[in-house]
């Protein structure tokens, strides 16, 4: 990805520090703009002043969630291609660092973009639908967190309630915690009406959910977290990214197990990991495997990861072949009987 002009921008929630290197990683600019329309476009005016040539130009900024959304959609109505990278990334990768301030941030992250310039792709925004789907996700995600502190306290003042009054406080817990699971319902019934329309445009949805262990709020964060299956080539990149794919470790003559690395997507592993519960009881071939390796010894979260594996290859060749899954075991059992 070579250009003219490579510009970090170091982004917070009110303003944008950034910085224009050159070809030679030479420092020609900076400044700093406010975090809105104004601010973004009044940015892209001064560039054009300085004649840095829009189509020759590339702007880095890390990964801030929707601080960052209003201006990776300028800059993709203005035709400038962008990059957007993960902080830890970035920081791992430029060796020792001393001071932090937002004009630093800004100035490492042009020399991170001109230094692995041949190993960056831009980036895109995802489409306005899986924009939607993620708001609604994560509403659902916030509810189930405050209903299930609202039950973790009803249950605590159980004991509590037999040395003290605490009768009224219960009965407005439970009204908010009956509110909370009427709104989860609206909130499932809703996603899934956005699945549904999306479905009728890929037809990703009831692929996926033809696959044993895989629900509709698993889908619906794989489609988020993939943009459509359009951001990693493969089953094994997926695998990476949720951290269930080993790696070796070992130096000299030392040899230690495989090990996943720590580095992965939290919420989308521990999502899988529920499916992995699922899967496990309603598909024998996976119930047998299950139950095989961890006869062998293998330790049962080392056999999880193995199944979420399993699931990550089922879930792309379903989706590179654009058919739902067979259960090919339970075919042939039907078949014999």
């Given at each position: ?11 917070s ?23 809105t329309?104004?601010?973004i476009?009044?940015m ?5 002043r ?6 020759e130009?590339?702007?880095?900024f ?8 209003l ?13 957007v990278v993960?902080?830890?990334?970035v920081?791992?990768?430029?060796g ?6 937002d004009?630093i ?8 973009l001109?230094?692995?310039r ?6 895109h925004l ?7 789907l993620?708001?609604?996700?994560l ?5 189930v ?9 009803l249950?605590a ?6 040395v ?5 406080i219960?009965?407005?817990?439970q009204?908010?915690h ?5 709104q989860?319902?609206?909130v499932?019934?809703?996603?899934r009406?956005?699945l549904?329309?999306y479905?009728?445009k890929e ?12 629900g509709?709020?698993?889908?619906g964060?794989l489609?988020v ?9 493969n089953?094994?990149e997926v695998?990476c ?9 070992q ?7 495989n090990?996943?690395?720590k ?7 521990t ?14 071939e996976?119930?047998?495997y ?5 006869a062998?010894g ?6 999880r990861?193995?199944?979420?594996c ?6 792309y060749?379903?989706i590179?072949?654009g ?13 014999i009987?």
């Amino acid at each position: 990805m070579e250009a003219s002009y490579y510009v970090g921008v170091d982004i917070s929630k009110q303003q944008l520090d950034w910085q224009v290197n050159d070809a030679q990683n030479t420092s020609l600019t900076f400044s700093q703009t406010a975090n809105t329309p104004i601010g973004i476009h009044k940015m892209i005016r001064r560039w054009k002043r300085a004649k840095f040539c829009l189509d020759e130009l590339v702007v880095c900024f890390e990964h801030t969630g929707s601080y960052g959304l209003l201006l990776a959609t300028i800059l993709e109505q203005s035709a400038i291609c962008y990059v957007v990278v993960s902080a830890a990334e970035v920081q791992l990768s430029l060796g020792i660092r001393r001071g932090k301030s937002d004009p630093i941030d800004a100035r490492r992250l042009a020399e991170y973009l001109w230094r692995f310039r041949d190993r960056l792709v831009p980036s895109h925004l995802p489409s306005k639908a899986l924009l939607e789907l993620r708001g609604w996700l994560l509403w659902r995600e916030k509810l189930v967190k405050m209903r299930t502190a609202l039950a973790n306290g009803l249950q605590a003042n159980t004991l509590t309630s037999q040395v003290a009054e605490l009768g009224e406080i219960n009965d407005q817990m439970q009204s908010h915690h009956d509110q909370l699971t009427q709104q989860l319902k609206l909130v499932d019934r809703k996603i899934r009406r956005l699945l549904r329309r999306y479905n009728t445009k890929e037809g990703q949805y009831d692929l996926l959910t033809s696959i044993p262990g895989i629900g509709p709020i698993i889908a619906g964060w794989l489609l988020v977290y993939t943009e459509g299956f359009t951001r990693f080539d493969n089953a094994r990149e997926v695998a990476c990214f949720v951290g269930s794919a080993p790696f070796p470790k070992q130096s000299g003559q030392q040899r230690s197990p495989n090990r996943v690395s720590k580095w992965r997507c939290v919420r989308l592993k521990t999502l899988l990991l529920h499916g992995v519960h699922s899967a496990i009881q309603y598909d024998p071939e996976l119930r047998a495997y299950y139950n095989r390796k961890c006869a062998e010894g293998k330790h049962p979260q080392s056999v999880r990861n193995a199944v979420i594996c399993k699931l990550l290859y089922r879930i792309y060749a379903v989706i590179n072949r654009g058919t739902p899954y067979v259960n090919i075991c339970q075919y042939e059992t039907i078949k014999i009987v």
